[in-house]
């Protein structure tokens, strides 16, 4: 079993700044990929970072320059630093992992349960 929790959303004044964090645990052989999505309400979810296990980041244009994603391998963990935030930036965060549970079995996504951001004007 495997298991993706986010931590660290919250209420926050435009301005101000956010530390995601989400942790994978459960039967974990090796983690490639993480991401981080955003679903603002009435919105498609949209793709805000993501980081390879050698670290290679990308980012949406929207977030270029405010936000930096970065990943802990040791323990299984992605951030997203989030600063310059915006009340457009108000939305649910979620993680997702791309993870193998044994050294043969396929690599699958796993999803986290989203983390409430809220950036008041």
């Known amino acids: 079993q495997v298991q993706l929790v986010e931590s660290g959303g919250g209420l926050v004044q435009a301005g101000g700044s956010l530390n995601l964090s989400c942790a994978a645990s459960g039967s974990i052989f090796s983690i490639d990929s993480m991401r981080w999505y955003r679903q603002a309400p009435g919105k498609q979810r949209e793709l805000v970072a993501g980081i390879t296990s050698g670290g290679s980041a990308n980012y949406a244009d929207s977030v270029k320059g405010r936000f930096t994603i970065s990943r802990d391998n040791a323990k299984n963990t992605v951030y997203l630093q989030m600063n310059s935030l915006k009340p457009e930036d108000t939305a649910v965060y979620y993680c997702?992992?791309?993870?193998?549970?044994?050294?043969?079995?396929?690599?699958?996504?796993?999803w986290g349960q989203g983390t409430q951001v809220t950036v008041s004007s």
């Open positions: 997702n992992a791309d993870l193998r549970t044994t050294i043969r079995s396929p690599t699958f996504r796993f």
